[in-house]
C-alpha cells in the first residue's frame, strides 16, 4: 500500500541546508493502522505532508497502492490527493457557512467528472456516525467530537486508499476523543488503511503499530 524508500526533505534555512527528513524507509500494508509518534521538530509533520502528496521529496520515492506519486506535478498531485487519500486533522476545517451534509460533500467540488452516487454515500456516511438527523446542522451548532466525526465522513466520502490523521483528538476534551478514536478504530476494522500523528502515548497504543521518529530519522519501529 504505502511504501517509502529513501525519502528526504531538505530546506534552506538561513543559507544552509536543514534535512527535515534523513532518508526514511517505510512499507505500510493494505489495512494497517500505523501511529507515527516523535517530539515537536521531529519529522513527523514533514513525513505526514509527505504522504498525503502536500509536499514532495527533496530525494527518494513513495509509492502509493502502486503509484509512484514523488514526481507529480501540483496539478496531478492535487487530483490524486482528491481522489486516493482522506484526511482529518486537529482543527476540523469545517466551513462554518455550509451545513454538515454540504461539508461531507466539499470534495465533490474537484472531481472534473460526474459522480452520481456520491450524495447517496454522504448520507450513508451521516447515518453511519450518528449524525443523520443533522446533516441540515451548522458546525457552530455541533459539539468538537460531531464535528470531528463529520470531518471523518468527509475525509472517508471518495472511498480513498489511505487515510491521514493528523493529532484527531488533540483539541476534543477525553469523552469526545475516546469517541473519535472508536470511530477511527471502526474504520480500521472495516479494511481503511490509516496513519496517525500524535504526540500522545495512549493515542498510539490503540495502532497496531508505532514508528517513532526523531531528528527526521526513524529510531524505532514496532514492525522491525
Sequence with gaps: MVQLQGITRRYRVGGQNVDALAGIDLAVPAGQFVAIVGPSGSGKSTLLNILGCLDRPTAGSYELDGTDVSTFDDERASDFRNRRIGFVFQSFHLLPR???????????????????????????????????????????????????????????????????????????????????????????????????????????????????????????????
Design 98 to 224: 455550509l451545513s454538515v451534509l454540504e461539508n461531507v460533500l466539499l470534495p465533490r467540488r474537484f472531481l472534473r467528472e460526474a459522480a452520481p452516487d456520491i450524495e447517496n454515500r454522504a448520507h450513508a456516511l451521516l447515518d453511519r456516525i450518528g449524525l443523520g438527523q443533522r446533516k441540515n446542522h451548522r458546525p457552530e451548532q455541533l459539539s468538537g467530537g460531531q464535528m470531528q466525526r463529520v470531518a471523518i465522513a468527509r475525509a472517508l466520502l471518495m472511498q480513498p486508499a489511505l487515510l491521514l490523521a493528523d493529532e484527531p483528538t488533540g483539541n476534543l476534551d477525553s469523552r469526545s476523543a475516546a469517541d473519535v478514536l472508536g470511530m477511527i478504530d471502526e474504520v480500521h476494522a472495516q479494511g481503511q488503511t490509516v496513519i496517525l500523528v500524535t504526540h500522545d502515548h495512549e493515542v498510539a497504543a490503540r495502532a497496531q503499530r508505532r514508528v517513532q521518529v526523531r531528528d527526521g530519522k526513524i529510531e524505532h519501529d514496532d514492525a522491525k
